[in-house]
């Protein structure tokens, strides 16, 4: 009996022993089960939201695009235009009766300028003139060129004494109007309408300067589509 009771005491400690380590090792893989868990819980864990950041870099991005395009595509498209405008052709109105039958109110016309960097004004030319003591553009025909004798005798005109072709001319009227001698780079202008018409015979000869370009063609109306020689 007590070799019994001696052999229990020895066993006892062996058992709370193992229970020890068990609980231990149990501990011990919670522990890491917990961090495991955590740890996937922080890399599975979602950013904080930064929609706002997001949608003011998008929105700059945006910006950016548009300006992008605006200085590739619309900048040079203007300047384009603008160098047409100025050094090439450019469209006009007619207003006023000065150059009826052949131009009427409100009829649209191109004006070319090239021709005029190679070449000098023509008679019979229809012609835009910007006068410096005038707001509006003036639409005139070229009547006499320089160095000639300008002459009118009752809406007959001569040049040099002959007298010039005036079958486009619906109106000539009774004007009387010079002798005069063109100087150099000098035009005297003319509207059709010969009667109701602001013109050289007002204003006096131009310069060459003031001639702003040559009518290329009549766009509108489209019953009327003309190039003009």
Known sequence: MEQLLLSFAKVVPVIEQTRSSDADATADQWSATDEGWSADRLVEQPAPSTGRVAGIG??????????????QVVVPAILLALAIHIFLAQATVVYGQSMQPNLQPAERLVIEKVSYYFGTPQRSDIVVVDLPQMSDLLIKRVVGLPGESVEIRRGVVLIDGEVIDQSFVLLPGGTTYGPITLE??????????????????????????????????????????????
């Not at 060459?208 to 003009?228: C, H, Q, S, V």
């Open 184 to 229: 150099a780079d000098s035009y005297f202008v003319m509207g059709d309408n010969r009667n109701n018409s602001n013109d050289s015979r007002a204003f006096g000869p131009i310069h060459r300067d003031e001639i702003a370009g040559k009518a290329w063609m009549r766009y509108w109306p489209l019953n009327r589509f003309t190039l003009f020689d």
């Open 58 to 71: 998008q929105t700059a991005s945006w910006i950016g695009t548009v300006v992008k395009e605006v200085l």
